[in-house]
């Protein structure tokens, strides 16, 4: 199959990168941020150009850099400097692998002033994009201590308020974390059929899912009574969604979401950031989608070489969620086999 020839080949690459690079680092997120806009972009490679490689593509879209443009296909990643060089790999594996590159329009989430739009524009010089501010202030007061600090960031937050920030006119959205690669055309997960449902993305049922709750929520029939009510409430993951946001706005799920988050500061009905409240409105309502589009969880865990496979089946999309992201792994020479299929996506420079 196509999958397979194309993972064998950027595994073969990104194990010639991994054994030839004397010296590769980390981006550094401290200085980064005391750094000046100059020396931030320099930080990145050019991307390799793109062009529509597909007759079909050759529409108005192609010309056509409005947000409203129907033509388009919407992407929402998030932007902060602790995980950039994950975003920017993120939207290189996307341009890569889509038959349209040219039609895919990038909406950026941000909570710091730091100039990253102009490392955008310069690292990607021919994109669709556009750079949203979100707000800390709109969740500090929401959030509540989680298992892990960085699950606390505001900005893990912003994909509740998409709806929001972006345009009227955007009626669908692919929200993708910062920590995966694209590998495949994009416009097949866009054009997912969602039926009435408000979200789709991959859903795991035989995952356990009582762990994602204390002992209190599930002996509070007013709280575990949502689960029971629900004729299969599946476990998925919150970092590959195509939204409605059409829907989304009709049905006022931002509020739904904060209601329960309101919830958690006084009753603490569970351990882990972002993806709970998601949960507790979502499951058992969300258009599934195949799991090529999620191979998830090959960050592991915080075990020292701790390293996961890829699940049966075949791969669109590989999301390195967990503890361990690639680029660290590589920089720190303990990379795990599967960090190389990331590399080839990398435009960091790398000093030597």
Known sequence: MLWITRLSAFFSAAMAVIVLSPSLQSFPPAAAIRSSDRSLISSFRNSPPFRNAAEECLSSSAADSNVCNPSLVHVAITLDVTYLRGSIAAVNSILQHSL?????FFHFIV???TNL????RSTFQ?????????APETVRGLISSSVR????QPLNYARNYLAELLEGCVNRVIYLDSDLVVVDDIAKLWKTGLGPRVIGAPEYCHANFTKYFTGGFWAEERFSGTFRRRRRACYFNTG?????LKKWRRGAYTRRIEKWMEIQRTERIYELGSLPPFLLVFAGHVAPISHRWN???LGGDN???SCRDLHPGPVSLLHWSGSGKPWLRLDSKRPCPLDALWTPYDLYRHSH
């Open 100 to 104: 349209c590159p040219e039609s895919v």
């Open 111 to 113: 909570s710091s002033e």
């Open 117 to 120: 739009e102009s490392l955008v």
């Open 126 to 134: 021919e994109l669709k994009f556009k750079v949203y501010y979100f």
């Open 149 to 152: 600090q960085a699950l606390e």
């Open 240 to 244: 590959v969604m195509v939204i409605d």
């Open 295 to 297: 191979q998830h969880g």
């Open 303 to 305: 075990v020292r070489g």
